[in-house]
């Protein structure tokens, strides 16, 4: 999935993965994209600082649902 692909579905309330299930991609309460583990609510953001690429390669994004 795309950085674009990715935020539009969480904006939609779609489940979004990396990874695997224990890895979910999150929008926070001031707007930023997160990618967050279901074990330990660590989280680290989405993308770059720059925003230009992301954290994970694209083809392990994926939704569930």
Known sequence: MKIAEI?????????VY???DAYK???D???HYLIC???NNYCIG????????LNGRE???????
Do not use: H, P, R
């Open 7 to 15: 935020k539009q579905a969480v904006d939609d309330g779609k489940n």
């Open 18 to 20: 990396w990874a695997s």
């Open 25 to 27: 991609v999150i929008k």
């Open 29 to 31: 309460n001031i707007g």
């Open 37 to 39: 583990s279901t074990f």
């Open 46 to 53: 989405l993308t770059n600082q720059v925003g230009d690429e």
């Open 59 to 65: 083809d392990q994004f994926y939704i569930v649902g």
